[in-house]
Each structure stands twice: as structure tokens, then as C-alpha cells.
């Protein structure tokens, strides 16, 4: 079930520490459709970013460095469970690359599977005025918080709608640009999909999101951990153990090709193997002034 959508994809909307403080002037539902708006309006104008991207799960650890181009974003892995990749994960990585960069229907599956999740964000940002309802909670760091739950008076038609109705937590909107900063959400009782025989999401399990704002009007994901219960078809559970932290945002030009981002994150890379030559060369306190190395080469 794609885990909820990238974990309901509303985890994709959230993140970090908020502006300033402010006594709240709206009714909390009022505020939530302004945040709302905002948000779907400021990203259908949004930048575009390079960072790197490390995601924890059971299986592993993997570091990635990405680029947002006008054809979807674009990602190299750097390295796995910490450590360099092997000369063969190596070319299993360039040719994954290659396939995508000389493949039209590897390209168009790709874009394909980023507007879908594009749309399945707005389809769950425009729940979230109608499927909770809220009060006020305090302010924090320049924050309002709000706590949430589920709104009996709205009826849920739709999976993410369900998913939504057997939810509460706590939200913090960025007090002055009225935009999310932070989501905690918990599952408070089991959501079953064709009366339990499709699947079954189990309660007890959360999320936290949290975002960063990186210009006047972009807000970005700093991290994301999801840990739920799920059911396949009655026979197998399984738990969904996801944590994924970003950061290094850099701004990039806008529109650019999947080839150019690539090659893009290839200028970088060259750069910081260059920069690693010079300090194995330079010692410090050899009185060179060089930039930090990325986390990427540290790691």
C-alpha cells in the first residue's frame, strides 16, 4: 500500500523551528484553512533545492544526494550503512542512473510516480480543514501548537480520509508566515480496508514531521519517522520503520533536465573529492582556509 502514500504523503508538508511569537487572533479551524492555502499556493511557486537525504529503516542506512529538476527529482546514493559503496554497488548505481537518463519510460514512470504523490498531497492538505477539529494548545518558539482530532460531524469516503478519521496529535503552524512547521500524529484505533480482508492499519502506531524553512517562501522536510503496523491480506503483518532526515538545501536553477541535475550533483562531487585531496595534502594548521566537508564525505 505504498505505506500511506509516502506515510500519508501529508508527512511531506511539514517541518522545523518557527519565526515569532504571536497571540493567536483566529479561530484554530480558521487558522488551519489560512495555513492550508498558503501552503498550496506558495508550492505551486516553489524553488528548486539540492540536499542530501539519509533514510534508516531495518534494512539499513542509506545516504543520498538529490536534485529537484523541472522532470522530477534526481538521486545518487553516496553510501550504505555508513560506508563507501563497493566497486560493484557502484555499477549497479551508474546503470540505474544511465537506465534513467537514456529511458523514456523509465523517465515518464518516474515523473508519473512524482505527480501522483504531488497530487496526493494537495488531496490531503484539502482534508485537513474539515477532517479535524482543533484547539488551541499554546505557543511555542514563535509557534502556535494545536492539538487535533477527529471530526465526527465529517464523513470519510475516501482511504486517506479513513486513515485521517483514526487520527490525533498535535500540529505547530509558523506563527508569522502561517505556514506547518511540525506534525505528531497517532493512530488511536485500527482502520480496516475491505472489512479487514484487504488490509488492516493498526492503532498505536505515529509519525512526526518535521520542516525547515530554507527561503521567504520555501519550507522543506528536515525529517520524518513513521512506525505503524500494517496487515496484507490477512495473512502477512509487517511494521513500517521509517526515519529519513534532509539537510544541506542549496538553491538550484529552476527547470533544469534530469541529465543536467545529475550532472549537477556530478561538479559537486568532483569538488569535494578535490577538497578531501587538498586537505589529506594540507594538514591543519597548514594555513589553508578551506570550506567544511560535506556530511556526505564525513560519514
Given at each position: ?179 506547518l512547521a ?65 539537510g544541506g ?15 549537477l550533483l ?34
Open positions: 500500500m505504498r505505506v500511506f502514500w509516502m506515510a500519508l504523503a501529508v508527512l511531506a508538508i511539514t517541518q522545523g523551528k518557527c519565526g515569532v511569537s504571536a497571540e493567536p487572533s483566529l479561530p484554530p479551524g480558521q487558522l488551519v484553512r489560512e495555513v492550508v492555502y498558503n501552503e498550496q499556493n506558495d508550492h505551486a511557486r516553489h524553488g528548486y533545492w539540492r540536499y542530501w537525504v539519509e533514510r534508516r529503516s531495518p534494512a539499513g542506512t542509506r545516504f543520498e544526494e538529490q536534485v529537484e529538476t523541472g522532470e522530477g527529482p534526481v538521486a545518487r546514493l553516496e553510501l550504505a550503512n555508513g560506508q563507501p559503496l563497493t566497486p560493484v554497488a557502484q555499477q549497479q548505481e551508474q546503470a540505474r542512473l544511465e537506465k534513467l537518463l537514456t529511458s523514456r519510460d523509465e523517465q515518464a514512470r518516474q515523473l508519473r510516480q512524482y505527480d501522483e504523490d504531488e497530487e496526493r498531497i494537495g488531496r490531503i492538505l484539502a482534508l485537513l480543514p474539515t477532517a479535524f477539529l482543533y484547539q488551541y494548545d499554546g505557543e511555542e518558539n514563535g509557534c502556535y501548537r494545536l492539538r487535533f482530532w477527529p471530526n465526527p460531524a465529517d464523513n470519510a469516503h475516501t482511504i486517506e480520509a479513513r486513515i485521517f478519521h483514526s487520527m490525533s496529535g498535535t500540529l505547530w503552524v509558523d506563527a508569522r508566515s502561517k505556514r511540525r506534525l505528531e500524529g497517532r493512530i488511536g484505533e485500527n482502520v480496516d480496508f475491505g472489512f479487514g480482508i484487504l488490509g488492516r492499519l493498526y492503532k498505536g502506531g505515529w509519525f512526526r514531521l518535521v520542516r525547515v524553512q530554507v527561503s521567504p517562501t520555501d519550507w522543506k522536510t528536515e525529517s520524518l519517522e513513521v512506525h505503524m503496523n500494517i496487515r496484507a491480506l490477512l495473512v502477512k503483518t509487517f511494521a513500517r520503520e521509517t526515519s529519513e532526515t534532509r538545501f542549496v538553491s538550484v536553477p529552476a527547470g533544469m533536465s534530469l541529465r543536467q541535475g545529475l550532472a556530478d561538479r559537486q562531487q568532483a569538488e569535494i573529492e578535490a577538497q578531501v585531496m587538498d586537505r589529506q595534502q594540507h594538514p591543519a594548521g597548514a594555513g589553508l582556509s578551506l570550506a567544511p566537508v560535506p556530511l556526505a564525505v564525513r560519514r
